[in-house]
């Protein structure tokens, strides 16, 4: 959506910005916290900073600034707490037929998932989970991040080289 430039921003350039970036910005708290009630909280902070700061914001940098703000906030309320990423269990399972071995087996494969997910360093499962869970393109990280794309390659290469180690593969 174009913004408009050198205007006074007010609710409609604000509605704009809320709609196109909220879900992004809740999303990469999300990947910081593992605690989507966190996530929720801290972004509504950052749109309400937003506004108050809305006639100092240039439209090309907005979304670098609230991946910033949300990044600052986050750290200013919960000061490098260890973080345990939780994600609900979302096996669908519509064959009725499974196995109950090959159920426990999926669980025990999505906890050992989950903890290896959550053992990643900081940078590197914020940026694998950016583009696998939001499938966001490289490009749009670095864009986001205020990183290179190369950096991006690298954080992605590193989270699948220490998830492979982390978890047994028992084909």
């Known amino acids: 959506m174009p913004f408009m430039v050198g205007t006074k921003k007010g609710k409609d350039w604000f509605k ?3 709609d196109n970036y909220y879900e ?13 009630e966190i996530a929720e909280d801290i972004v509504q902070d950052v749109f309400m900073k937003v506004w108050e700061i809305r006639d100092t914001i ?6 670098p600034l609230l991946f910033r703000i949300a990044r600052n906030l986050f750290y200013n309320t919960h000061k490098r707490k260890v973080l345990d ?4 269990n979302n096996f669908d399972h519509k064959n009725e037929n499974e196995s109950p071995e090959y159920v426990l087996e999926m669980k ?3 906890a050992k998932l989950q903890k290896a997910i959550s053992n990643l360093p900081e940078h590197c499962r914020t940026i694998f989970l950016m583009s696998r869970i939001d499938d966001m393109k490289y ?7 205020k990183v290179s794309v190369k950096a991006v390659e690298k954080q992605i290469s590193k989270a699948l080289k220490l998830l492979r180690e982390n978890i047994d593969y028992k084909v």
């Not at 992004?24 to 916290?33: A, D, E, I, K, T």
């Not at 990423?85 to 609900?88: E, I, K, N, P």
């Not at 490009?139 to 991040?145: F, G, K, Q, R, W």
């Open 16 to 18: 704009g910005v809320f």
């Open 24 to 36: 992004y910005v809740r999303n990469y708290l999300f990947y910081l916290s593992g605690d989507i």
């Open 58 to 63: 240039k439209d090309e940098t907005i979304k």
């Open 85 to 88: 990423l939780r994600f609900a």
């Open 108 to 110: 025990e494969f999505d």
């Open 139 to 145: 490009h749009e990280i670095a864009d986001s991040l």
